[in-house]
């Protein structure tokens, strides 16, 4: 009787301390920001601290692996984002494996990709601007935010699927691509969306299409590419929660809960909209299937293009 009410005691205690939120990417930007947002509504439902804690680098690989190999108690989570399902194709060798030794807890927002060009390009929707495209082969650039990165290659399906010839130019990291993009230095680019609203509300680049699987309440008037070109496309820099590999259900079901819930409350919904991200949510189980559907999706990306990034 013992054993069988240790469970239910753990989840009834649980968090007796408090907790930290592993963000794998620098403080500051569209993750960091998002995560600190829902970190500081769980502190207030929980009733316990859930501190942030940066370890960047490595696409997010070193946060990874330090969450792996934490203890599973629910004292330490992960901030995860889509490089969780990028990096296995990307990197020859891992420290760690998602799927062994992570558990999913929640999906917990995206922030949408936009497919902007440069206000001199003349076309105004995407049919068009494949045509202009299709019709001037190699004389289009396209930049991202590195390679590998979810802004190549979301632009590489999309320029594949479009039959389009343009160079691909790297940049490291968005700030860039986005001014050279507005100067006239490449012609076009799917970014994320927050990276490049102000120049989009400042007519420095036209917004043609985002790439989530429907149209976003922040830009109503602005297609997907999904209802365009590109029927079924969905891509996005999504987020979510995970802890280590073993993490009792009980907690991994509070965990869940209490995300869920402080993604529909009103005032995180609300910053969200302002930062360009969208709420989602989901069980662990749906969290998990998405991974595993994710990662087979950008496998198959990454041999296409042949990046490697060791």
Do not use: C
């Amino acid at each position: 009787m013992a054993a069988l009410a240790a469970p239910a005691v753990h989840a009834q205690a649980y968090p007796a301390k408090p907790i930290t939120m592993v963000i794998p990417f620098p403080p500051g930007g569209p993750t960091d920001m998002v995560a600190r947002l829902l970190a500081q509504k769980l502190s207030e439902q929980m009733g316990q601290p859930v501190v942030v804690d940066n370890k960047p680098g490595a696409n997010g690989n070193i946060g990874g692996v330090f969450v792996s190999k934490a203890p599973a108690d629910g004292y330490t989570l992960l901030y995860n984002t889509s490089s969780i399902t990028l990096s296995p194709a990307l990197y020859k060798s891992m420290q760690y494996d998602v799927q062994r030794d992570l558990a999913p807890v929640a999906l917990t927002a995206v922030v949408p990709l936009a497919l902007v060009v440069n206000p001199a390009v003349p076309a105004n929707n995407v049919k068009d601007f494949v045509a202009y495209a299709k019709a001037n082969p190699d004389k289009l650039s396209y930049g991202s935010a590195g390679n590998g990165n979810v802004t190549h290659l979301a632009a590489y399906q999309f320029v594949k699927a479009q039959g389009i010839e343009a160079t691909h130019v790297p940049y490291r990291g968005s700030a860039p691509a986005d001014v050279d993009l507005a100067a006239g230095q490449i012609q076009f680019m799917t970014d994320t969306i927050n990276s490049v609203m102000s120049f989009v509300k400042d007519k420095r680049m036209k917004l043609l299409a985002v790439t989530t699987g429907k149209r976003m309440s922040l830009f109503p008037e602005v297609p997907t590419l999904a209802e365009t070109v590109m029927p079924g496309f969905e891509a996005g820099a999504w987020q979510g929660v995970m802890v280590p590999a073993g993490t009792p259900a009980p907690v991994v079901q509070r965990l869940n809960a209490e995300i869920n819930k402080a993604l529909q409350s009103a005032d995180v919904r609300e910053k969200l909209a302002v930062q360009g991200a969208e709420p989602l949510g989901s069980t662990p189980e749906e969290y998990g299937a998405y991974v595993r559907k994710e990662l087979a999706r950008w496998a198959s990306v990454v041999k296409a293009t042949g990046i490697t990034l060791d």
